[in-house]
Each structure stands twice: as C-alpha cells, then as structure tokens.
C-alpha cells in the first residue's frame, strides 16, 4: 500500500509539471512549485501553517491566471511560440521564487528529499544537485542533451495539442511517460558513489496519504 501510495504522489508530482517545459523553473526547483505546493499530502508532510498554504494558494492562482493568459493565444509560427515559452520560463522562474520565499529553511530541505524521491534524476537539472553530486563536464553535457531532447519533445506535443489533434489527458500523460523515461537515463549517467549520494539526499521517506 505504502509503495502504491509513493507511486501515486510520483504521478502527481510529474504530472503537476504540467505542459510548461520542466526546465522553466529548474534552477531552484523543476516545474511549477506552486502547483506542486497544492499537493495535500506535502503540505502535511511539510507542516505548512495556515498562514503558509494561504500566501501559496494566492500564488497557485496568479500563476495559472497568468500563464492561462500566456498560453490562450496559439502561437502563429515556431518564432512566436519560442516567445511564449520564454515568458513562460520567465514567469515559472518568478512565481516558483516567490512560492519558495514562503517556506523555512527546514521547509526548503524537506521539499527537495520528497523531489529526490517523486522526480528522481529530474531534480538534476537543478544546477545546485549538480554541485552536490559534483558532476563531470560530461555528465553536465549529457544533461544538457537530455534537456534539448525534452523541451523539442515537449513543445512537440504542445503543438499537436494546440491543433487540437490529442486531449488534455493524451497531453499530460504523454510528457509524464516521456519525463519518467527520461528520469532513468538521467540516473544510467551516475556512477555507483553518485547514486549512492542521491540516495541520501532522500532524507526521510515520504508518507503520502
């Protein structure tokens, strides 16, 4: 049951990533964390106050009001639409700052063990993972070749639904297969010390409801 539940809150976390590229926010965090703050069971986990899961219930909404106002307008050619995603980025960047400011320190911590756990290698196009793990040039060039790889993919998918040729639900899964994919060819790159490393940084094992 434990595992099933795990199982659960990892397809939610990779789902709550939504149809914005995966990288529009990974220098502190992949994804949408106000989004992924949403989330019951972590906000439990993190022991969020009333006052916390306020000010992160604000943000979620001026978050998806503004990249709704972003994303309501198909892009004309590949020009525009390399415009949007930039203002996208830029807007994650901004609100997943501001989603952060609101936690502790402690808070901050925990976040990133239950991401370890949820996103795997994914939370490794987070600059400061990399640091952690002390990753080779290499490896780092490997990185940036699986996020080219995603973000064409992603933007791929974007299109045909755009042109209404897949559904919501076909989007979502779609990028949530591809992101878990390519969360294991992120691990295969680990040497044995670095995965061993990675597993610590896990922290206490997530408990969701």
Known sequence: MKTT???????????ALGAVSLHAGDAEFPGSVPVLLSNQSLRNDLALTKSQCASLDRLRAEYKSDARAVTAKSPENATARKAANETLRQLNARHNAAALSVLTPAQRQRLD?????????????????????????????????????GEAFADKVNLAFEEGKIGLHERLETLRAWRTKQSARILGILTRAQKDSLHLLQGQKFKPA
Not at 5 to 15: M, P, S
Not at 143 to 149: A, I, P, S
Request: hydrophobic letters at 45%; charged letters at 15%; one cysteine or more.
């Open 113 to 149: 063990q239950i991401g370890h756990q949820t996103l795997g290698g994914l939370m490794l196009f987070v600059p400061r993972i990399q640091e952690k793990l002390q990753l080779t040039p290499g490896q780092i060039s490997d990185l940036k070749k699986f996020r080219g790889e």
């Open 5 to 15: 539940c795990l199982a659960a809150a990892a397809h939610f976390f990779l789902i």
